[in-house]
């Protein structure tokens, strides 16, 4: 078992003054049986009475406004997780022709998760990783199909920072051969959506090599790298499985989950609107960190006292997520 620290932080910084600002955020990691989100809570400033609700597909979602007028607005939210060594993977007898005997079922249980979307439109594109991964398989299960088009989109697309922006769509991977975690993920759900197997977005962060280690120093990342997006498949007789097409790699304990969606629009971390015409930029740092202390002893950071400049979002009791 791995226990980190996380603090995301966000960060607007306005062009003149704004007002009338409504924000819903995505940002508690995942509470269920491989995953144990130990605290959270989260700070704003400028101050806000926020309040929280599960969202349908059982995400976390907390919503504040600041309706004064203010030039700008930080977001921090903080929590310990303990992630839990993944129990032996369930064997996968299921051929990748035997699958279309399943599709009944599966789209009358998984259909959200197998329509197309927005950013996961069903391109004929897709046919062609589709048949390469197919061959790879040789007819072998299909948890041995979904890890060699893991495998395929790792080995065949370039990540490359700012190849694509929050908006593109598969398209846009699939013309330039290039693209960052978010594409990777929308491209093996088009992919196992096509064959017939639901799958959803899974946003969260990937824990540095450097911080998984228990006597790891405090590991800080900038801009977004700590912030990751890979995806979970139905595998009929075994479940819910991780592939992280990014790293060509299983999913492992460095891997956090904080959301689940049909793609990116479900999950995105921090949404809002203001009223006024002022431009904004925006800044997002990522600190992680082994949550035990030289002696053993679980950190956090030390209470704050309610105040103008740091209102603590009071949050309900901690409940198991239900999956």
Same mark, same amino acid.
């Given at each position: 078992m791995n226990r980190y620290h996380l603090v995301h932080v966000t960060e607007f910084r306005y062009d003149g003054p704004v007002s009338e600002s409504y924000n819903e955020v995505r940002l508690r990691p995942i509470h269920d049986e491989t995953q144990s989100c130990l605290s959270f809570r989260i700070l704003t400033n400028p101050a806000s009475r926020g309040t929280s609700y599960r969202d349908s597909f059982g995400n976390w979602v907390h919503q504040f406004n600041i309706l004064p007028e203010h030039r700008s607005l930080k977001i921090e939210a903080e929590s310990v997780v303990l992630a839990h060594d993944a129990p032996a993977p369930v064997a996968n007898t299921l051929k990748l022709p035997e699958l279309e005997s399943h599709r009944e079922d599966l789209e009358e249980q998984f259909l959200d998760y197998l329509a197309a979307t927005k950013y996961v439109?069903?391109?004929?594109?897709?046919?062609? &990783?589709?048949?390469? %991964? %197919?061959? /790879? *398989?040789d007819g072998e299960a299909v948890s041995g199909f979904v890890e060699a088009a893991s495998l395929l989109i790792h080995e065949k697309f370039k990540y490359v920072k700012g190849a694509t922006h929050v908006n593109s769509s598969i398209q846009d991977s699939l013309s330039y051969g290039q693209g960052v975690c978010q594409d990777? %993920?929308?491209? &093996? &759900?088009? +992919? $196992?959506?096509k064959a017939g197997l639901p799958a959803r977005y899974v946003s969260g962060y990937l824990v540095p090599e450097s911080a998984a280690s228990a006597d790891a120093k405090l590991t800080q990342v900038i801009g977004g790298y700590a912030s990751h997006a890979w995806a979970e498949v139905y595998i009929p007789d075994s479940g819910w *499985?991780?592939?992280?097409? *990014?790293?060509?790699?299983?999913?492992? &304990?460095?891997? +956090?989950? +904080? /959301?689940?969606?049909?793609?990116?629009?479900? +999950? /995105?971390? $921090?949404?809002?609107v203001y009223k006024g015409h002022a431009g904004q930029r925006l800044s997002v740092d990522v600190h992680l960190r082994p949550a035990l202390d030289e002696e053993g002893r679980e950190q956090m950071s030390e209470p704050v006292t309610p105040s103008p400049e740091a209102p603590i979002l009071s949050e309900r009791t901690q409940q198991p997520a239900q999956q």
């Open positions: 439109p069903h391109l004929s594109q897709l046919d062609e &990783l589709i048949e390469a %991964a %197919a061959k /790879a *398989t990777f %993920a929308h491209l &093996l &759900l088009g +992919v $196992v959506r *499985t991780g592939f992280d097409p *990014t790293l060509g790699k299983p999913i492992g &304990l460095q891997h +956090v989950r +904080v /959301a689940y969606g049909r793609d990116y629009g479900d +999950v /995105a971390p $921090v949404r809002g």
